[in-house]
């Protein structure tokens, strides 16, 4: 019997992508504003959501699902401040997908959550890959990672609506030049919302709230 | 790490379509992956090994065709590949850019018996 070629139409991330979208609605039935956080390990992702439920837990309804390989602290952190959360341990997986988060979503009342926090496994390549059916999905860049991560890791920087540069209180002790990196990202992702902020002392903070607030509330209306 | 995922799909879609066609072995399987996809060829057939053992597709020679990523600038045309250096127009220096190629990861094709 000869060989025969059989031609392939399917995309290879359909599946994921078919159960992004399931998600999807499943949150707009529910009217929840999902926000899927995305960063290399160590940018602060913990951090800024910690200070994100601060501001915002008198204003919303909020509940947070935590990826991470293995642990339940950052889960731990997320629940310690009040709201409901809940882990999911990837096992190795270097990100979360949608089958993943699809999982996880009847741990949480949905229907009496108005914003719902991802924190994706810490990874600049893996994550862009992967949607998982969010509103928004947000990058958190740190100034010691360097300038250079948007020439490094174009696809992250693509795929996201707004970013947040943190840790901007340690621009002094870097040399961290700020026009090269908005550079980059201006050419991947034109007219992206960006936001200098340090969890840590605050600054910058108040600009990033004030413009997550208007994005859920436009939803949520 | 993201390599396995993608080689589940690829083996997923391999199987269904083998079924279809009644074939009796995958002798080949035609990738396609863009520089930009972040796919390492030496992982993905280290998976492909794994997920396949035991299919009709163990022992199948994976085939990667590597596309280069390609920016195309919005304001003077130029198609450009990078260097690693620079996203920016190299003709005229525009940030006003598109990616025109690289972001693929698909599987393009099986060959079976």
């Known amino acids: 019997m000869g060989t025969r070629t059989i031609s392939i139409v399917e995309n290879i991330l359909d599946a994921n992508d078919r159960i992004a979208q399931t998600n999807r609605e499943l949150f707009d039935s529910t009217k929840t504003f999902a926000i899927n956080f995305m960063a290399s390990p160590g940018a602060g992702k913990t951090s800024v959501i910690l200070r994100t439920v601060q501001y915002l837990k008198d204003r919303y309804r909020m509940a947070g699902v935590d990826g991470d390989v293995a642990t339940t602290i950052d889960a731990d952190r997320m629940a310690a401040t009040g709201i409901p959360a809940v882990q999911i341990n990837t096992g190795g997986t270097c990100h979360l997908d949608a089958v993943m988060l699809s999982g996880a979503l009847p741990k949480l009342n949905l229907d009496e959550t108005d914003l719902l926090i991802i924190e994706n496994v810490g990874n600049l390549i893996c994550p862009a890959s992967f949607k998982l059916g969010s509103r928004l999905d947000v990058l958190i860049a740190s100034v010691p990672e360097g300038d250079d991560k948007p020439y490094k890791y174009p696809k992250m920087y693509r795929g996201v609506q707004a970013m947040l540069l943190n840790k901007v209180d340690l621009l002094p002790y870097f040399d961290f030049d700020m026009d090269y990196f908005r550079k980059g990202v201006e050419v991947l992702n034109p007219g992206l919302s960006f936001f200098p902020v340090s969890a840590k002392t605050g600054e910058g903070l108040d600009a990033y709230i004030e413009w997550l607030t208007e994005q859920a509330d436009s939803f949520l209306k | ?113």
Request: proline share 3%; with cysteine; aromatic share 6%.
């Open chain 2, 1 to 113: 790490m993201h390599e396995l995922p993608f080689v589940e799909s690829v083996l997923k879609i391999t199987m269904e379509q083998t079924e279809q066609a009644k074939a009796k072995r995958v002798v080949g399987v035609n990738l396609v992956i863009g520089d930009l996809a972040s796919m390492v060829d030496e992982s993905v057939q280290f998976y492909w090994d794994i997920v396949s053992e035991g299919t009709i597709a163990e022992g199948a020679k994976l085939h990667f065709k590597r596309l280069p990523a390609v920016f195309q600038c919005k304001d003077c045309g130029t198609k450009y590949q990078l260097d690693g250096q620079h996203l920016a127009c190299p003709k005229c220096g525009s940030t006003r850019v598109s990616i025109v190629g690289g972001d693929e990861a698909r599987l393009e094709s099986i060959e079976v018996e």
